[in-house]
């Protein structure tokens, strides 16, 4: 990640235990589900965000197809309203 970026950043601990940094590129929601589109240099990660006592949690999202409906979905809704 470039050090001069003005998103958000998130530390998330991978399954076996690894710290791992990523810039927050964008937060949506999907029937009634709420989404991160996480970026870091080597990967891009799609999470839920669940609402819980303690706060927001990542839940990592196993199913292939549904990740790849949220990000075509995701990919329309930018390119119908690009940023500036």
Do not use: C, H
Not at 3 to 20: A, F, K, V
Not at 55 to 60: D, E, K, S, V
């Amino acid at each position: 990640m470039k050090g001069d970026s003005i998103r958000d950043l998130i530390t998330i601990e991978s399954e076996n235990g690894e710290q791992l940094s990523f810039e927050v590129e964008a937060l949506f929601d999907m029937e009634g589900k709420s989404y991160a589109l996480l970026r870091s240099d080597e990967q891009t990660v799609l999470m839920r965000v669940k609402e819980g006592k303690s706060g927001q949690q990542l839940i990592q999202i196993s199913d292939q197809s549904e990740k790849e409906s949220l990000l075509d979905a995701y990919q329309i809704a930018v390119a119908a309203s690009p940023a500036e």
